[in-house]
């Protein structure tokens, strides 16, 4: 019979083993022992892993296929690439600068480059292994890049918004005003049939490049057209989008190509070419496909509303168009629509997480908003009559069971199924991008807004104009107290309203920060207020700034530990409790850890005590769980009969509780001392949950056991350990090598001295009549 009295035991058959086996064996036992505790759970969900499709979603502003038939999606979520069966992702977890991709080309080398759109980001190349990141420091001419063009001799064109950087794969030649260019931004670039470089302008038409300068030329000279896209046909003529309309160059004359019908008007976005000859054009109303000489008109379906065309391309028999709401694949005459919507989250830039009273989360993106049951996603893109449901910054389920949100088309309402809408159109006064909602005690509702600050009583809406009550107009946060006070935070706002009357503190703070991002309150009534870089509190007398913080805070969460999460633009989660005597000051969370992304726009929580961790690639859950990472029992320094207890722990919601048998302690009274032999119950709880463990004081296995039982301690021990009722037992010690240290046999009492050896675990063997039990022992 082999018996394992303690929790760190481990269990050998002593007739079968051998020296290796026994080596091997502790080992793994060993390592199976400081890691066999529960952790806490981190789960992510995005547009990849929750949908029907991997396409990561978002705006599409780029397609390519590359010399190996992948295709390749540039978003505003990062990039998907398709090889026919499976999807892959890259964002910056993965290598990019920022995850607006809004080109994609490829060169002679089959390297790929991308551009970042609207950031100031330069520009990558991925060479099938790793991204290089070009920027201004390396020779590009500015590093906000437009459009990438690969021309016939494999050299780099980038077009940028202060002229035109060109790189032949060793050094950068730069073209600006002093080569020809206008003061303008440069949209496009493209080479003709005659090799020469053509570039296309936002506002004075097209240039072309000779000799090294850049000289006008459009249709009439000095045209201050602004050139949304070109593209060149089979037969050399050139094909120009403005916003004025279509316009081409054979080689020697200019023409105004009219493709609607008499009186209709379209606004044109792109162009590009098949292997046949064929244009397809993209304007707002639809896909007009020019095949010689015959135009035909595909209109857009009207159930699916779009209203920005970013990108065309086309690629196996398919013509791909860009939208702000998906992608569509146009072929046999008919569109077919690609996106997030059906099956899963609808956009990795998640803003906020609600839960709603039948446990539903609601998920607030930039592309709309996501419903999770436990089970199954529902998405919402647009409302009945078209409206978007765009930039959706919170929500709140109000207590009558309806939901809002704010987005930046207005407030929103979800009740019933249905969806009400309130914005400039039918409320008394103008509306500009909600930011917030609370509701107070009485049942009102409370909004941040960009203009005002409102509040809606269930009837009557009412505004507090911020051009006379603030200082700035611009509010971002709310919060009731539990005193009644409506607290308002901003940029430059920090305030409250309490019986109709405004109180303002911001103008008088030692404040670093612009805006006020969150509002709390803790147990002790103490008002915090989480600014861009700071926290500042308030014991109602005078307010005091506990924390800088190294990152800019987009948001806070105070959890139920009195811990305040903190949501950063770049350093992922930053833990911090104000006046914490159980733990550090603050502590990081970030992708090491598997958060989804460093930058993080919100932190909630779930009836069920989960953290929802809301960022810009899709959001994080973690399940908080309780981490005994190690419990060591020495003998008392006060009375060496009782023992000590020291317990190390770990895990994303301490500070914890300790509770051994009923008796409560904190981190900071540890350890407990005067502890008699026996059986204790263990329980570690935080705010979210708890767990349980038997342990032994003393390796007795019952608090009623006699005394005739091993008693071996301490442990761990420095140089010595003490064994108690061994008698007619042999012992063994090993070294975690297999290596036999020590051993006796038929000994009663006595002292062990182990203070030649080296630091570390030990195994003591202890044999006794058919009985093999064995225990690690940690010398330190």
Not at 401 to 419: L, Q
Not at 551 to 568: E, K, Y
Request: net charge negative; hydrophobic share 30%; charged share 20%.
């Amino acid at each position: 019979m082999i018996k394992y009295p303690i929790y760190n035991f481990i269990i050998l058959d002593s007739n079968s083993y051998k020296m290796n086996k026994l080596h091997s064996t502790l080992l793994a036992i060993i390592i199976f022992t400081t890691n066999s505790f529960s952790q806490d759970q981190w789960t992510t969900f995005n547009t990849t892993n929750t949908g029907s499709n991997g396409f990561i979603g978002g705006y599409t502003y780029a397609f390519l296929q590359d010399n190996n038939d992948n295709l390749w999606i540039g978003t505003h979520c990062g990039i998907s690439v398709y090889n026919g069966v499976d999807w892959k992702s890259f964002t910056i977890n993965d290598g990019l600068k920022v995850n607006e991709v809004e080109t994609i080309k490829q060169d002679l080398d089959n390297n790929i480059w991308i551009s970042y759109g609207s950031y100031l980001s330069g520009v990558s190349k991925f060479d099938g292994n790793s991204w290089i990141h070009y920027d201004e420091t390396d020779g590009l001419i500015y590093d906000k890049v437009e459009d990438i063009f690969i021309d016939k001799s494999g050299n780099v064109w980038f077009a940028t918004y202060e002229g035109i950087s060109m790189f032949n794969g060793d050094t950068w030649s730069n073209f600006g005003q002093a080569e020809g260019l206008p003061d303008q931004h440069i949209n496009c670039i493209i080479q003709d049939a005659e090799d020469n470089i053509w570039a296309g302008t936002n506002g004075a038409g097209t240039y072309k490049l000779n000799n090294g300068i850049f000289s006008a030329f459009s249709w009439p000279a000095g045209s201050d057209a602004n050139i949304k896209d070109m593209t060149i046909d089979n037969n050399g003529k050139i094909w120009i989008v403005t916003f004025s309309g279509i316009y081409t160059y054979d080689g020697n004359l200019w023409d105004l190509v009219n493709l609607t019908d008499n009186g209709v008007y379209a606004s044109f976005k792109r162009v590009t070419s098949d292997n046949e000859n064929n244009l397809y054009f993209l304007s707002d109303d639809g896909l007009r496909v020019l095949k010689n000489t015959n135009v035909s008109f595909f209109p857009f379906e009207e159930t699916t509303p779009i209203e920005n065309f970013l990108s065309c391309y086309f690629a196996n028999n398919k013509l791909y168009i860009g939208t702000s709401d998906c992608y569509i694949e146009f072929y046999n005459d008919t569109f077919h629509y690609i996106n997030t919507k059906d099956g899963g989250l609808i956009n990795n830039e998640v803003n906020y997480c609600i839960e709603d009273t039948e446990n539903n989360q609601w998920y607030c993106t930039d592309y709309g908003i996501s419903k999770f049951d436990g089970s199954t996603w529902q998405s919402f893109t647009h409302i009945d009559d078209g409206t978007e449901l765009r930039w959706v910054q919170r929500g709140l389920e109000d207590s009558n069971g309806a939901i809002w949100f704010c987005s930046v088309n207005g407030i929103f309402k979800y009740e019933n199924h249905s969806w009400s809408h309130y914005n400039t159109s039918n409320l008394p006064f103008s509306l500009s991008w909600p930011q917030d909602v609370i509701e107070d005690k009485e049942g009102n509702l409370w909004f941040a807004t960009w203009n005002y600050l409102i509040k809606f009583d269930g009837s009557n809406w009412h505004q507090f104009d911020t051009n006379v009550d603030f200082t700035n107009k611009y509010i971002e946060a709310l919060y009731e107290d539990s005193k009644g006070r409506i607290w308002i935070g901003g940029r430059s706002i920090l305030s409250y309203y309490f019986n109709d009357e405004f109180t303002h503190y911001k103008a008088n703070l030692d404040f670093y920060d612009t805006k006020v991002r969150s509002i709390v309150e803790d147990e002790n009534g103490q008002i915090i207020a989480i600014g861009d870089n700071s926290i500042h509190t308030f014991n109602e007398t005078l307010w005091n700034r506990t924390y800088q913080s190294t990152d800019w805070i987009r948001h806070g969460l105070l959890d139920f530990s009195g811990q305040i999460w903190l949501s950063t633009f770049r350093e992922g989660i930053v833990k911090y409790q104000p006046e914490d005597e159980y733990s550090a000051n603050s502590v990081k969370y970030n992708t090491t850890q598997d958060l989804a992304s460093n930058v993080v726009n919100s932190t909630c929580r779930t009836h069920d005590g989960n953290i929802v961790i809301c960022t810009n690639l899709g959001i994080t859950i973690i399940e908080p769980d309780i981490v005994i990472d190690d419990i060591i029992i020495t003998p008392s320094a006060l009375d060496n009969s009782k023992f000590s207890v020291s317990i190390k722990t770990s895990g994303i919601c301490s500070p914890y509780k300790y509770t051994i048998n009923s008796s409560e302690y904190r981190s900071s009274e540890l350890p407990t001392d005067n502890i008699s032999p026996g059986m204790y119950t263990l329980k570690v709880s935080n705010s979210y949950t708890s767990t349980e463990r038997e342990i032994t004081i003393g390796a007795q296995t019952s608090i009623n056991e006699t005394s005739n039982k091993p008693l071996i301690y301490p442990n761990p021990f420095v140089d010595k350990i003490i064994l108690e009722n061994v008698s007619n037992s042999s012992i063994v010690i090993y070294s975690l090598s297999g290596q036999r240290i020590w051993s006796s046999s038929k000994r009663n009492n006595s002292i062990i001295d182990l203070s030649a050896y080296p630091n570390g675990y030990y195994i003591l063997q202890l044999t006794k009549e058919d009985e093999t039990t064995f225990f690690k022992l940690l010398k330190e």
